[in-house]
Antibody, heavy 120, light 106 residues
Framework: EVQLSESGGGLVQPGGSLRLSCAAS????????MSWVRQAPGKGLEWVSG????????FYADSVKGRFTMSRDNSKSMLYLQMNSLRAEDTAVYYC?????????????WGQGTMVTVSS | DIQMTQSPSTLSASVGDRVTITCRAS??????LAWYQQKPGKAPKLLIY???SLESGVPSRFSGSGSGTEFTLTISSLQPDDFATYYC?????????FGQGTKVKI
């Protein structure tokens, strides 16, 4: 069964850092582009970042560029999101999502999400 | 960035109704449009990709159409399990954007 499972969320103070992880199983992880998508409480979906299969190319939304770094470890089928200089507006459920295959594909598999709360 | 605008924001309907949701892109995205269904506390689920292709396992009462800047999601006969929020998403550029969502309620 194809599965994604996020971890690492929690409460952090403004200006702080947090690292999210996403464990993938049931598919050839290194062959798939992956993304992070977030959803603030009661709001819509916002794409955050994406990464190519080999990790050589990364893409970021303007709202997180320069603060967030996405990476992957294909040997462990793991995806990461390092979040620095966190702001209140980064409070959201963070989902990792698998593209069908390529960058120009939508997301066919999503994790259950991990909650990040930025508050003092 | 390409902006996606859905209408309506909320839709009241009954079981058996035909329901149509519209999504407009701020510039042409060809057919690079997907539709997702999301229920409270759950992750989104892919329904339609490439504007009109039905994802495997999705009931045939769901259909999509359109190209360029205007797209529609149609549910031919609304079922109790379909009450949810629906999002369109463009994947034409490497900055994927979603519509604001349409909540379908009783």
């Amino acid at each position: 069964e194809v599965q994604l499972s996020e971890s690492g969320g929690g409460l952090v103070q403004p200006g702080g850092s947090l690292r999210l992880s996403c464990a993938a199983s049931g598919f050839t992880f290194s062959s798939n582009v992956m993304s992070w998508v977030r959803q603030a409480p009661g709001k819509g979906l916002e794409w955050v970042s994406g990464i190519s299969g080999n990790g050589g190319s990364t893409f970021y939304a303007d709202s997180v560029k320069g603060r967030f770094t996405m990476s992957r470890d294909n040997s462990k089928s793991m995806l990461y999101l390092q979040m620095n200089s966190l702001r209140a507006e980064d409070t959201a459920v963070y989902y990792c999502a698998k593209h069908i295959k390529w960058l120009d594909d939508p997301f066919d598999i999503w994790g259950q999400g991990t909650m990040v709360t930025v508050s003092s | 960035d390409i902006q996606m605008t859905q209408s309506p924001s909320t839709l009241s309907a009954s079981v058996g109704d035909r329901v149509t949701i519209t999504c407009r892109a701020s510039q042409s995205i060809s057919s690079w449009l997907a539709w997702y269904q999301q229920k409270p506390g759950k992750a989104p689920k892919l329904l339609i990709y490439k504007a009109s292709s039905l994802e495997s396992g999705v009931p045939s009462r769901f259909s999509g159409s359109g190209s360029g800047t205007e797209f529609t999601l149609t549910i031919s006969s609304l079922q109790p399990d379909d009450f949810a929020t629906y999002y369109c998403q463009q994947y034409n550029s490497y900055s994927w954007t979603f519509g604001q969502g349409t909540k379908v309620k009783i």
